[in-house]
């Protein structure tokens, strides 16, 4: 079982729909991610938090909208989406306990939320 | 730019024989290399890294990796396959010397590995 969970597993949404993406950890872990994944190829990188703070932002729209609102949670707010944004959305969290240069601890996934929208 | 090329989508082996799934990178500096799986519906999985010292890296389920840095490559071997090794592999460099933050993984491409009996 992942230590990392996200809700809900799947989620279908209108193109005029507000959904949020919700992604928990107890790990203690102070960095906290969000990738896009289409079928069968890597994952792209969205967003990065550390320390609940937003510090990497891959140049996403901002029909997405991250949130870290405590160390243990990551939200990702949908609004007026297209039909190519459906993939797995994946959210990660690793250490970063000194800092993020120096954090090589593997990430940990979660098994992500299935998005459609039609 | 950072960057790493998994030049197999598939690899088919036979159960019980040793399985090679390759990787080769580029990056400016010294490398921080990685090894995740990913089985059907399910987010990544960590199976092992090479950060310093020892060129073989042993990790999860009984894979390991031979990090050689004269051919840029970071090998994943297994010496028996399992059926329930069938998965996705995704193989993920990251440069010491990246700045702006975050443990800012390149994946390749990844490869499909078929188990078969």
């Known amino acids: 079982d992942t230590e990392v969970t996200q809700t809900p597993k799947h989620l279908v949404m209108g193109m005029t729909n507000k959904k949020s993406l919700k992604c928990e950890q107890h790990m203690g872990h102070r960095a906290m991610y969000w990738y896009k994944q289409k079928a069968k190829k890597p994952p792209e990188l969205m967003f990065v938090y550390s320390y609940e703070k937003l510090s990497i932002n891959e140049s996403v729209p901002s029909r997405f909208s991250p949130e870290c609102p405590n160390s243990s949670l990551l939200n990702l707010h949908l609004h007026a989406l297209q039909p190519e944004d459906s993939a797995l959305y994946l959210c990660?969290?690793?250490?970063?306990?000194?800092?993020?240069?120096?954090?090589?601890?593997?990430?940990?996934f979660g098994n992500g939320t299935r998005l459609t929208v039609t | 730019a950072q960057s790493v090329a998994q030049p197999e989508d598939q690899v088919n082996v036979a159960e019980g024989n040793p399985l090679t799934v390759k990787c080769t990178y580029s990056v400016s500096g010294n490398p921080y290399l990685f090894w995740y799986v990913q089985y059907p519906n399910r987010g990544l999985q960590f199976l092992l890294k090479?950060?310093?010292?020892?060129?073989l890296v042993k990790g999860s389920y009984g894979f390991e990796a031979e990090f050689n840095k004269s051919q840029t490559s970071f090998h994943l071997k297994k010496p028996s396959a399992l059926v329930s090794d069938s998965a996705l592999y995704f193989c993920?460099?990251?440069?010491?010397?990246?700045?702006?933050?975050?443990?800012?993984?390149?994946f390749g491409t990844g490869t499909q590995l078929k188990v078969e009996l």
């Open positions: 993920a460099v990251r440069d010491r010397r990246l700045t702006g933050g975050g443990n800012k993984l390149t």
């Open positions: 090479y950060i310093t010292g020892d060129n």
């Open positions: 990660a969290s690793s250490q970063d306990l000194f800092g993020l240069l120096r954090d090589n601890s593997p990430l940990h």
